[in-house]
């Protein structure tokens, strides 16, 4: 599936614990990572500055679902499921 552009769901529900510009201990689950533009876009998007977790996410049904909400629920379920 293509991601929704403007979601951001991604780069809010789940941890990561690698450095991040602006965030050089990671985030925690929850926290808008400070990369994401208020239109909820990757600001580092494409550069080697990304974390290689998110340039490895690929957007999915099961991990997305259909709509934004959808994807923030899921991804934060997933989250809490695997901590």
């Given at each position: 599936?293509?991601?929704r552009?403007?979601?951001?769901a991604?780069?809010?529900?789940?941890?990561?614990?690698?450095p991040?510009p602006g965030?050089?201990?990671?985030k925690a689950?929850?926290?808008r990572?400070v990369?994401l533009?208020?239109?909820?876009?990757?600001l580092?998007f494409?550069?080697?500055l990304?974390?290689?977790v998110c340039s490895?996410?690929?957007?999915?049904?099961?991990v997305?679902?259909?709509?934004n909400?959808?994807a923030l629920?899921l991804i934060?379920?997933?989250?809490n499921?695997?901590?």
């Open positions: 599936m293509e991601c552009l403007g979601c951001g991604c780069c809010i529900a789940p941890s990561i614990t690698s991040i965030m050089p201990d990671g689950a929850g926290v990572c990369q533009s208020d239109d909820n876009l990757c580092i494409g550069s080697k990304r974390p290689k490895e996410f690929e957007a999915t049904v099961d997305c679902g259909n709509s909400d959808e629920w934060t379920e997933l989250e499921s695997t901590c």
